[in-house]
């Protein structure tokens, strides 16, 4: 007989799961012998307590063992008659009314997974983004390598401008008292490099040494230490030092500082357009799979199950917390991170999975052996030696799942660029790389 499923609200089912208190409690007896054979009891040969001894002191524990494995065989076999998938533990609990004579009888309440439709793909809209490598963009990453690189040397009589390292004496004071971390002697710092806030760097900028000014900063109501933030500090400033940054010469010593070991310039150009050039592409991918993947989300407004959304929102508290730990920050363990500030986002990470799922399944985008190694190959460029990195990967099956993830991802974004409407964006090189 087809077992009854009752349908709740959504994606929650119940059934019921009946056990016979025979077939327990001949399971029961059965255990309870085996123990018997071997156990240890005060006044008894080890094998040799009474049977009702036995039952006394290890009973309950087996009875309550066995009730739960004929529930969960019970169980499992009115899933399977019924055909359901579920999302999460099903909840348990016990039935009395209308319960045969000789049996126990459970409601299990759960949730299925959904029946997920993947969405017309020639109906989504998605861009893909694409950004070229320029000569200039070659010129100023090493610009930006040779200031990393700057040796600073005092000037008398400059006036700070950008680029410059400042040397100077300071003190803050809110109300007339100083506070702490508002004072320092011989601090110095970068103009530019954005490690001060804005207003004071502007107020450092035109300063020679030995001049000193006072003036007003408001710090951010999100500044870091609650104690000012939001508030008005008069800070006084004294300039010990301006130093220039002479940059290096793009010359062979300077080549092999960067790994050019025949120290050729022009190998080191190339090298460097060779870095942009994996960099842009990665970028550019991310930026294509993100509106792929808002597009296919987007299309889809099947029901979740609350068990997985619940379960990636946990995931999320406990790898928000594990990062404050990381950061140093203290009693991270116990700082109030509510699950509800990560649900939505859940709510479509665990759509988005089902339906990337169903799509991979339908249209055979499952990750081939030969994608895996390529894309293991080319992330192992980023390496001094890449074979290595290859060898490892391939070696370790964690590892090389992670890549197996990556691909199937690609393959998924590249069957809805085949069939979906695109419309190809350039995007700049700073825009993309965030240096606007």
Request: aromatic share 6%; with cysteine; glycine share 6%.
């Amino acid at each position: 007989m087809q077992p009854v499923v009752e349908k709740l609200s959504g994606l929650e089912r119940r059934v019921d799961v009946v056990v016979s208190l025979a077939d327990v409690e001949k399971e029961v007896q059965a255990q309870l012998k085996r123990v018997a054979r071997t156990a240890k009891v005060q006044g008894f040969r080890p094998g040799k307590a009474p049977l009702s001894i036995i039952e006394r002191s290890h009973g309950p524990g087996i009875r309550y063992d066995v009730i739960n494995e004929e529930v969960g065989r019970s169980l499992e076999k009115v899933l399977s008659e019924s055909d359901l998938r579920v999302a999460g533990t099903p909840q348990l609990e016990p039935k009395t009314e209308g319960v045969d004579e000789g049996t126990l009888a459970f409601s299990a309440t759960f949730e299925v997974y959904p029946e997920v439709e993947v969405p017309d793909l020639a109906k989504l809209e998605v861009t893909r983004s694409s950004c070229d490598v320029s000569d200039a963009d070659v010129q100023r990453t090493l610009d930006i390598l040779r200031r990393q690189r700057a040796v600073y040397e005092a000037r008398e009589g400059r006036k700070a401008g950008e680029g410059d390292r400042v040397t100077l004496d300071f003190v803050g004071r809110i109300d007339g008292e100083e506070f702490e971390g508002g004072k320092a002697e011989g601090f110095p710092f970068v103009l530019g490099q954005g490690r001060m806030l804005p207003e004071f760097e502007t107020a450092v900028t035109g300063m020679a040494a030995g001049e000193t000014k006072t003036f007003p900063l408001t710090f951010p109501e999100n500044y870091g230490s609650a104690a000012v933030a939001g508030k008005t500090a008069e800070f006084t400033i004294t300039v010990r030092e301006v130093a220039e940054g002479v940059l290096p010469e793009v010359n062979a010593e300077f080549a092999k500082e960067l790994g050019q070991a025949e120290g050729d310039v022009e190998k080191l150009l190339d090298d460097v357009r060779a870095n942009l050039e994996r960099e842009i592409k990665a970028r550019v991918q991310a930026r294509t799979k993100g509106s792929v993947m808002d597009a296919l989300v987007n299309a889809c407004t099947f029901d979740v199950p609350k068990a997985l959304v619940k379960n990636d929102a946990e995931s999320r508290v406990a790898a928000a917390r594990e990062d404050l730990k990381q950061r140093g920050v203290p009693n991270a363990d116990s700082l109030p991170i509510p699950v509800e500030a990560f649900e939505a986002e859940s709510q479509r990470r665990v759509r988005l999975g089902l339906l990337v799922s169903e799509l991979v399944r339908s249209a055979d985008l499952q990750a081939k052996p030969e994608q895996v190694r390529a894309r293991i190959e080319e992330f192992a460029q980023n390496y001094e030696q890449p074979a290595q990195v290859v060898a490892y990967y391939l070696s370790d099956r964690q590892r090389r799942a992670e890549i197996e993830a990556i691909v199937l991802e690609d393959n998924v974004v590249e069957h809805v660029l085949a069939n979906a409407q695109v419309k190809d964006e350039a995007v700049a090189f700073d825009e993309l790389m965030g240096t606007n």
